[in-house]
């Protein structure tokens, strides 16, 4: 019983790591590394509290976890992505299952996308074109709450209920 209330804690703590990251990132154009590093030392407590195990279900995370933090890196050296938001991919990416976390780029691009199009029409219509910067954070933090709400949440509810 506590794991089940361990791994909804963990869930719900990682759900305001995001609210928290996507507030600064709107007010700061900044994700602080404190916090992508808080999200990545809570990813063991969190496959603890699931069950998972070592091989291959840690493995798994962790190479999602790689390839994530090595394709969201080539996209930071070619200036289509900032630092703060690899790493909050990154660290994202030892939580979630790849399959989801596929679901989760989707959802984050589309969210992005629209946030692009608000945004740039805000500032077409102040005449700032040249100060457009995108919160990219507020996708990646919307997706990441989306991504948890519709799959983990109700797994971690039927575990404290059953």
């Known amino acids: 019983m506590l794991g089940g209330y361990l791994h909804y804690g963990l869930l719900v703590a990682l759900a305001i790591a995001l609210l928290v990251a996507a507030a600064t990132d709107w007010r700061r154009r900044q994700i602080d590394n404190w916090l992508n590093l808080a999200i990545v030392v809570g990813a063991p407590f969190y496959w603890w509290a ?11 995370q962790l190479g999602v976890g790689v390839a994530a933090f090595a394709v969201f890196a080539a996209f930071f050296a070619l200036k289509w992505m900032g630092g703060g938001d690899v790493k909050l991919l990154t660290a994202l990416a030892l939580w979630i299952e790849l399959e989801w976390f596929l679901k989760l780029l989707i959802m984050m691009a589309l969210v992005g996308g629209v946030l692009t199009l608000v945004l740039g029409a805000w500032h077409i219509a102040r005449r700032q074109r040249d100060k457009l910067a995108i919160p990219y954070g507020v996708a990646i933090a ?9 799959h983990y949440l109700p797994a971690a509810q039927a575990t404290l209920v059953g």
Do not use: D, K, Q, R
Request: proline share 5%; hydrophobic share 60%.
């Open 50 to 60: 699931s069950g998972l195990s070592l091989w291959p279900g840690v493995a798994i």
């Open 142 to 150: 919307i997706a990441g709450l989306w991504v948890i709400g519709t």
